[in-house]
């Protein structure tokens, strides 16, 4: 990325989300259901996301193989997928109708193997999945981590303990930015959730804590140095969000935004969540640290796996060859105001 592309305004028309993705496919959301009581919780909020996007929506459910090292029973294999087609069929016809039916997709083997072949190469597309598969807070499931490990997809995690509804609806859509192109990538998927559902936009930068060696008590010219620093932050996040607020001013929702300061990032944000009554955060997997390897960054994982409500974490496509989204930057100087999301 060239240093005159960093300042480039992003790409924010709702428009530019696309309702088809690679190969001329139609987007689509794959909502991974189990037996479970709470895996249920996660069909209405994909329904409400795919509605959103011009997407369909799919049921994914993997019969597994026992655990026992028993002899393997053709019969009994055959009803537990018979079982398994007629209650993912009754999910179906519980939040689908006529006009927007839910297609079922039954698959066998391991969970997180089945779920990740089923959607590799739908570059696009989302995979929605309870983030735990009981009522334990702050984690993320073995299922649910390995998805987002291995799935290149966007993934839209819902906590086993949202409430149970039959149509999912939200009034506030949260968006943390950090001034960085990939963070910014998530705003047209927001935009176009928030016009569907009536929904106000809260866009949110978290400025850290200005960190000083401390091999001593600090000076007063610290101190000054400091407060400068703070206030600059404060001052250059302030405009930087409502650049991106005037770029926003034609499409039909209600944008807001909101600067938390002078902490650690991941935890900033999430307190933010409860703060802003938040029903929904959209936000990209990667920031300002841009680093490729990694499934995720280290604020979006953490907001994963501490958020008490839906997350969607939008994927943007890893340029090959490419470490890092600044690697190729002929300065290594700060461009936007920092305060790392992801």
Not at 70 to 76: S, Y
Not at 132 to 138: E, G, Y
Not at 171 to 197: K, N, Y
Not at 295 to 324: C, E, K, Q, W, Y
Request: with cysteine; hydrophobic share 40%; glycine share 6%.
């Amino acid at each position: 990325m060239s240093k005159s592309s960093t300042a480039k305004q992003p790409v924010l028309d709702q428009a530019s989300v696309p309702t088809r993705v690679a190969n001329n496919q139609t987007l689509r959301v794959f909502a991974c259901v189990d037996t479970s009581s709470v895996s249920a919780r996660v069909v209405p909020h994909a329904r409400a996301i795919a509605q959103a996007l011009g997407g369909a929506l799919s049921l994914l459910h993997v019969v597994e193989p026992g655990k026992s090292h028993a002899p393997f029973d053709p019969v009994e294999w055959d009803i537990r997928k018979r079982e398994a087609r007629m209650y993912v069929s009754r999910l179906a016809k519980r939040f689908g109708d006529e006009a927007d039916k839910i297609s079922v997709q039954l698959l066998e083997g391991r969970s997180a193997d089945q779920i990740g072949e089923c959607t590799a190469g739908r570059v696009g597309d989302i995979t929605a999945l309870c983030s735990n598969d009981d009522l334990v807070a702050d984690h993320i499931g073995e299922t649910a981590r390995r998805v987002l490990e291995n799935s290149g997809s966007s993934i839209l995690l819902v906590p086993s303990a949202v409430p149970e509804v039959e149509e999912a609806s939200y009034r506030r859509i949260l968006v943390p930015l950090d001034g960085s192109p990939r963070s910014e990538s998530a705003i047209p998927t927001a935009v176009r959730i928030a016009v569907h559902q009536k929904a106000e936009l809260i866009l949110i930068h978290a400025t850290p804590k200005p960190e000083f060696l401390r091999t001593a008590a600090l000076e007063p010219e610290d101190v000054e140095l400091y407060e400068q620093l703070s206030q600059r932050n404060a001052l250059a996040a302030r405009k930087y969000l409502d650049r991106i607020r005037q770029s926003l001013a034609h499409c039909d929702v209600v944008v807001r935004t909101v600067i938390v300061k002078n902490g650690d990032v991941r935890r900033l944000l999430a307190d933010a969540i409860s703060v802003q009554s938040a029903d929904l955060l959209v936000m990209s997997s990667h920031g300002h640290s841009g680093y490729g390897d990694v499934p995720a960054g280290d604020v979006s994982r953490f907001i994963l796996s501490r958020s008490n409500i839906p997350v969607l974490m939008v994927r943007t496509p890893v340029v090959a060859g490419s470490d890092h989204i600044y690697s190729s930057a002929e300065s290594k100087g700060a461009r936007r105001p920092h305060g790392t999301v992801g």
